[in-house]
């Protein structure tokens, strides 16, 4: 194999090693369940709560709603109800009945 040949199966397989990385992150890191009422869902995600001003709810939430999307918070409480909280400061209490896993 000439050097130029080999630069770029290299390079091919760089590429496929971080495409196969970033794939493998979504299937791990994602979404946990969702629930849908007309043009909203609401996402439920293992990935940890990215606003710094939250400390009780340890997980990130996104709730779409036509072209409209907030971040939020979420916990979900031992009776069975999901705290969240979004970035526009509004709060949601929903029961846990309501999502669907394995979305």
Known sequence: MNTPHKIIVLLLWVVLA???GFAWKQLIAGEV????EGDAVVILTDEPCAIAAVRN?????VWQERE???EGCYHVHPSGIVV???DDRTVGIVPLRVF???M
């Open 18 to 20: 971080a495409t196969l």
């Open 33 to 36: 369940a969702r629930a849908v």
């Open 84 to 86: 969240m909280y979004f």
């Open 100 to 102: 669907r896993r394995g």
């Open 57 to 61: 709810l340890p997980y990130r939430v």
């Open 68 to 70: 409209k999307k907030y």
